[in-house]
């Protein structure tokens, strides 16, 4: 279980142009109590419906590190008190890579953080200048190295479609990625959101957003190649707040709520296409076989994929069956 606490923009030196994180996290308060982040930590607990065996307190939504140092010190001391007390297990934060270095090592390390999520972006510096990042890829790579090399865990947050991206400066981007070996990843697609930079680029003209179908793309490319590499990507996609779904609040951009599952079921759509292609299955009955997990991806929404499988191939029926022989979490689709 990761317990989310909301830091909203504390410790960032300046504004990205696609920042607007009183929609994309909701409204959390300013300022954080002990109090309020115990209470927090209950919550979620006494929610569940049995203790998980690994909890931790993960602070999001900000430039943790960036933090004023006294402020950074109470809140990770309230999070080591829930870890002396047996609440929570371990403490995750995210942060610029900037603003990671030797002494902040030793300070995260000490407090009982075990893992922490650089906001990277982009690799490419001419996309990070324009998205006012404020950092370069060489801070990144920096930091990556200088955290892994620590002992933490450390994960890198992507973005596609951002000002100045293309195609191939987002593959150079996951090349690069892959080459730090971080131990996961979070990527989704740039969204246009009202009260940004980028939404005033994006009506005068300066900035055009991806369409849906080039963010799932991007996104499924990205998606297998860190497959491919072994490494796991937790999240794709932007997780739905109710500030965002409120109207005018996302001016353009690739959003839809099930965004994940799209790239997924677009990954799988090919896996099956690529496996019919190499068979002479016209007019045949012809059975899928998937992970029980990839199911409904193989599937697609109501069906979608299987539909257009049986059109493409002349099909005479097809269907889905979940083979537990398969490991779980493999994408991998067999014909029998």
């Known amino acids: 279980m990761i317990i989310p606490i909301f830091i909203m923009n504390k410790g960032c030196?300046?504004?990205?142009?696609?920042?607007?994180?009183?929609?994309?996290?909701?409204?959390h308060p300013g300022q954080i109590t002990e109090g309020q982040l115990r209470q927090t930590v209950a919550s979620y607990i006494g929610s569940a419906k049995k203790k998980p065996d690994d909890i931790q307190l993960a602070f999001y939504g900000g430039n943790f590190t960036g933090l004023d140092g006294e402020e950074e010190i109470a809140l990770l001391g309230y999070a080591k008190s829930l870890i002396s007390e047996g609440l929570i297990h371990s403490i995750r934060v995210s942060t610029r890579p900037d603003y990671i270095d030797r002494e902040q090592c030793d300070l995260l390390w000490s407090f009982g953080v075990t893992t922490v999520e650089i906001g990277a972006q982009s690799m490419v510096d001419e996309v990070l200048?324009?998205?006012?990042?404020?950092?370069?890829?060489?801070?990144?790579?920096?930091?990556?190295?200088m955290l892994r090399g620590w002992g933490f865990i450390t994960g890198i947050h992507l973005m596609a479609g951002l000002p100045g991206d293309s195609r191939e400066r987002f593959a150079c981007t996951i090349d690069r990625s892959i080459g730090l070996k971080p131990a996961m990843v979070r990527l989704h697609p740039t969204i246009v959101f009202e009260n940004t930079a980028l939404a005033e680029a994006y009506g005068e003209g300066r900035y055009q957003p991806m369409s849906l179908a080039e963010a799932i793309d991007a996104c499924k490319y990205a998606l297998k190649?860190?497959?491919?590499?072994?490494?796991?990507?937790?999240?794709?996609?932007?997780?739905?707040?109710?500030?965002?779904?409120?109207?005018?609040s996302i001016v353009a951009g690739p959003f839809h709520p099930a965004f994940h599952a799209l790239v997924e079921e677009s990954i799988f759509y090919?896996?099956?296409?690529?496996?019919?292609?190499?068979?002479?299955?016209?007019?045949?009955?012809?059975v899928l076989f998937v992970s029980p997990r990839y199911e409904s991806y193989l599937r697609g929404q109501k069906n979608n994929n299987l539909k257009r499988l049986k059109e493409r191939f002349r099909l005479n029926a097809i269907t889905v069956k979940p083979d537990e022989a398969l490991k779980w979490g493999t994408r991998i689709v067999n014909i029998r």
Do not use: W
Request: net charge negative.
């Open 13 to 27: 030196p300046n504004r990205c142009v696609f920042c607007n994180l009183q929609k994309t996290a909701g409204d």
């Open 129 to 145: 200048e324009l998205s006012g990042r404020g950092h370069t890829s060489a801070d990144t790579v920096r930091a990556v190295e």
């Open 225 to 248: 190649k860190f497959s491919e590499a072994g490494i796991p990507v937790i999240r794709v996609g932007l997780q739905t707040t109710k500030e965002m779904e409120a109207a005018g």
């Open 270 to 286: 090919d896996m099956a296409f690529d496996l019919l292609s190499a068979q002479d299955v016209a007019s045949k009955d012809v």
